[in-house]
């Protein structure tokens, strides 16, 4: 019921893509990655009972701020090795 709404919403505002139910939950997977969400919070929005769809969803996300893009940040830009690195750094460029 949801995608046949998104879908005649989608149409009537003269979008040239196709819109389900399911692009919401993708969306919002990507959305709340985005924002810095732990997976099981993501999980318990879009209620998935397994962590591979929203991983999947947030994957390209994620790879963006992940050990190897920050490697590449830090050498790109010339930056002091730092020992105390973690998975969990933010890296800017």
Same mark, same amino acid.
């Given at each position: 019921?949801?995608?046949?709404?998104?879908?005649?919403?989608?149409?009537?505002?003269?979008?040239?893509?196709?819109?389900?139910?399911?692009? #919401?939950?993708?969306?919002?997977?990507?959305?709340?990655?985005?924002?810095?969400?732990? #997976?099981?919070?993501?999980?318990?929005?879009?209620?998935?009972? #397994?962590?591979?769809?929203?991983?999947?969803?947030?994957?390209?996300?994620?790879?963006?701020?992940?050990?190897?893009?920050?490697?590449?940040?830090?050498?790109?830009?010339?930056?002091?090795?730092?020992?105390?690195?973690?998975?969990?750094?933010?890296?800017?460029?």
């Amino acid at each position: 019921m949801i995608g046949r709404i998104i879908a005649k919403m989608a149409k009537r505002a003269d979008i040239d893509a196709e819109f389900t139910g399911h692009s #919401l939950r993708a969306g919002m997977a990507k959305d709340l990655t985005a924002a810095g969400f732990e #997976l099981s919070c993501i999980m318990q929005a879009g209620r998935w009972k #397994l962590p591979e769809m929203p991983a999947r969803y947030s994957a390209r996300l994620l790879a963006k701020s992940g050990a190897v893009a920050g490697y590449y940040a830090v050498w790109s830009s010339k930056a002091s090795l730092n020992p105390s690195i973690s998975c969990n750094t933010t890296w800017t460029s």
